[in-house]
C-alpha cells in the first residue's frame, strides 16, 4: 500500500477551499489530480491555471468525472446546505470522500452522510484549523494533562467575510464583493449560509476535541439580525457542561482578517483547566500557558507540524495507506458532537431560549 499512488478528484467548487485543497493534493508525492467538476466551469479556472490541471481533466457532468477518471479519493466543498446531496451522489463509486467544513446544515444531514458512505470507505471533515501548529501544540498539552482536566474553553471565531478572499488567501477589492454579495450561496439562508454555519462549527468541534469528546447538557444563543440580510454575522454561543461553560462566537466583519494582521478579540481558543490555562491564537507559531507551579503567563513553542499532519490531503492519505481510522477534529465522531452542538444552538437562536441536547 506505501507505493500506491493516489488519484484524486474535485467536485463542486461551491467554496473557495477547493483551491487549497487541490494545492495539498498536487504537492503530495504519491497523488495526481486526476478530474475536477463543476457545473460553472469558470470556477474551475483558478484551479485549472494555478495547478496545471490537463483541460480535458476537467467536466461540468460529476458523472462523467466519475466514470472516466475512476478517483480514489474525491474533495467536495459544496455549499453547506448541499453536503448530503453532493456525498449521497458521490458515494456509490466507492470513493473515499474528503468534506470541506462545516459538516453538514444540520444533525439529520449530517446522519445521512454517514449513512451513505460504506465501512470500506473513509469519509473526513475538513476543519482547516486542525492543521495550525498552535493549536496543535494546544491539545498536545491539554490532552497530557499540563493544566489538569480541561473545565471551560472559549472560542472566537471569524474575518472580514467569506467573499473578501479566495483561494491561497488572495485578497479581493470592495468592488468584488460587493459584486458577489448578491448572488453568493454564503448570504442566503437556504443555502445554509450566515456566520452561525459557517464558524461554529469550528469552535465546537475542536472545543470537544479539547474536552476529549465530552458533550453539552444544554446550548443558549444569540445572533444579530442585520438589516437587508437574511443571515447572521454574529452569533454568541454558550454550552452548559456537567464540568462548566464554555463560550463559542462567530464574526463576519472582523476589523482584520487573523492571518494577515489578528483583530480585537484574537481569533483563537482559551482553554481553563482544574490546573491551569492555555491560550493558543490562529497562525501565532506559540502557546501561552498559565500552570500553578508557574502561574506567570509564559510562552511555549508550537513547531510546525510534522508529516503526516501539515494538511489534510496529507493526513488522509497517511490513514488509508495505513488502515488507520481518522482521529481529531476530522473524525466523524468528533465533528458529529460538533455537529449536535450547532444544530442546538440554530434551535435557540431561532426560539430565543436554551434547548437541551437530545
Same mark, same amino acid.
Given at each position: 500500500?506505501? !507505493?500506491?499512488?493516489?488519484?484524486?478528484?474535485? +467536485?463542486?467548487?461551491?467554496?473557495?477551499?477547493?483551491?487549497?485543497?487541490?494545492? *495539498?493534493?498536487?504537492?503530495?508525492?504519491?497523488?495526481?489530480?486526476?478530474g475536477v467538476s463543476d457545473e460553472k466551469p469558470e470556477r474551475m479556472?483558478?484551479?485549472?491555471?494555478?495547478?496545471?490541471?490537463?483541460?480535458?481533466?476537467? *467536466?461540468?457532468?460529476?458523472?462523467?468525472?466519475?466514470?472516466?477518471?475512476?478517483?480514489?479519493?474525491? +474533495?467536495?466543498?459544496?455549499?453547506?446546505?448541499?453536503?448530503?446531496?453532493?456525498?449521497?451522489?458521490?458515494?456509490?463509486?466507492?470513493?473515499?470522500i474528503m468534506v470541506e467544513k462545516p459538516f453538514a446544515a444540520s444533525?439529520?444531514?449530517?446522519?445521512?452522510?454517514?449513512?451513505?458512505?460504506?465501512?470500506?470507505?473513509?469519509?473526513?471533515?475538513?476543519?482547516?484549523?486542525?492543521?495550525?501548529?498552535?493549536?496543535?501544540?494546544?491539545?498536545?498539552?491539554?490532552?497530557?494533562?499540563? +493544566?489538569?482536566?480541561?473545565?471551560?474553553?472559549?472560542?472566537?471565531?471569524?474575518? %472580514?467575510?467569506?467573499?473578501?478572499?479566495?483561494?491561497?488567501?488572495?485578497?479581493? /477589492?470592495?468592488? &468584488?464583493?460587493?459584486?458577489?454579495?448578491?448572488?453568493?450561496?454564503?448570504?442566503?439562508?437556504?443555502?445554509?449560509?450566515?456566520?452561525?454555519?459557517? $464558524?461554529?462549527?469550528?469552535? /465546537?468541534?475542536?472545543?470537544?476535541?479539547?474536552?476529549?469528546?465530552?458533550?453539552?447538557?444544554?446550548?443558549?444563543?444569540?445572533?444579530?439580525?442585520?438589516?437587508?440580510?437574511? =443571515?447572521?454575522?454574529?452569533?454568541?454561543?454558550?454550552?452548559?457542561?456537567?464540568?462548566? @461553560?464554555?463560550? $463559542?462566537?462567530?464574526?463576519?466583519?472582523? *476589523? /482584520?482578517?487573523?492571518?494577515?494582521?489578528?483583530?480585537?478579540?484574537?481569533?483563537?481558543?482559551?482553554?481553563?483547566?482544574?490546573?491551569?490555562?492555555?491560550?493558543?491564537?490562529?497562525?501565532?507559531?506559540?502557546?501561552?500557558?498559565?500552570? %500553578?507551579?508557574?502561574?506567570?503567563?509564559? %510562552?511555549?513553542?508550537?513547531?510546525?507540524?510534522?508529516?503526516?499532519? &501539515?494538511?489534510?490531503?496529507?493526513?488522509?492519505?497517511?490513514? @488509508?495507506?495505513?488502515?488507520?481510522?481518522?482521529?481529531?477534529? =476530522?473524525? @466523524?465522531?468528533?465533528?458529529? +458532537?460538533?455537529?449536535?452542538?450547532?444544530?442546538?444552538?440554530?434551535? !435557540?437562536?431561532?426560539?430565543?431560549? /436554551?434547548?437541551?441536547?437530545?
Open positions: 500500500m506505501k !507505493s500506491k499512488r493516489w488519484k484524486i478528484a474535485g +467536485i463542486n467548487f461551491d467554496h473557495f477551499h477547493m483551491g487549497d485543497l487541490l494545492r *495539498f493534493a498536487a504537492e503530495h508525492p504519491r497523488a495526481e489530480i486526476v479556472e483558478e484551479a485549472i491555471h494555478k495547478l496545471g490541471i490537463p483541460r480535458e481533466r476537467s *467536466f461540468t457532468d460529476y458523472r462523467k468525472c466519475l466514470e472516466q477518471t475512476k478517483p480514489d479519493v474525491v +474533495i467536495l466543498c459544496p455549499a453547506a446546505s448541499k453536503h448530503g446531496e453532493w456525498v449521497k451522489k458521490v458515494a456509490p463509486s466507492g470513493a473515499h444533525l439529520k444531514e449530517a446522519d445521512t452522510m454517514i449513512a451513505a458512505v460504506s465501512r470500506r470507505q473513509t469519509l473526513m471533515i475538513n476543519w482547516p484549523l486542525q492543521w495550525v501548529q498552535s493549536h496543535r501544540k494546544a491539545h498536545e498539552l491539554a490532552a497530557g494533562g499540563h +493544566i489538569g482536566d480541561v473545565l471551560n474553553v472559549w472560542h472566537f471565531g471569524g474575518n %472580514r467575510g467569506p467573499l473578501w478572499h479566495g483561494a491561497d488567501k488572495d485578497e479581493k /477589492t470592495h468592488a &468584488q464583493v460587493a459584486r458577489e454579495k448578491p448572488d453568493s450561496w454564503f448570504y442566503k439562508k437556504a443555502h445554509g449560509g450566515g456566520s452561525l454555519l459557517d $464558524y461554529l462549527g469550528y469552535g /465546537t468541534t475542536l472545543c470537544t476535541w479539547y474536552q476529549g469528546g465530552r458533550r453539552p447538557i444544554e446550548v443558549t444563543a444569540a445572533v444579530d439580525e442585520p438589516k437587508g440580510l437574511e =443571515v447572521d454575522e454574529h452569533s454568541i454561543v454558550v454550552a452548559r457542561y456537567a464540568h462548566g @461553560l464554555s463560550k $463559542y462566537e462567530t464574526r463576519w466583519g472582523a *476589523f /482584520t482578517d487573523p492571518w494577515t494582521i489578528q483583530p480585537q478579540p484574537k481569533c483563537g481558543f482559551v482553554i481553563a483547566g482544574t490546573e491551569g490555562t492555555i491560550s493558543t491564537y490562529d497562525y501565532d507559531d506559540y502557546v501561552t500557558v498559565q500552570t %500553578r507551579k508557574k502561574p506567570q503567563p509564559h %510562552r511555549i513553542a508550537a513547531p510546525a507540524p510534522s508529516a503526516p499532519n &501539515q494538511n489534510p490531503a496529507q493526513y488522509l492519505l497517511h490513514c @488509508l495507506d495505513r488502515g488507520t481510522p481518522l482521529e481529531g477534529p =476530522v473524525s @466523524l465522531k468528533i465533528s458529529r +458532537i460538533g455537529q449536535e452542538i450547532v444544530d442546538a444552538a440554530v434551535r !435557540s437562536a431561532k426560539l430565543k431560549r /436554551t434547548v437541551r441536547l437530545d
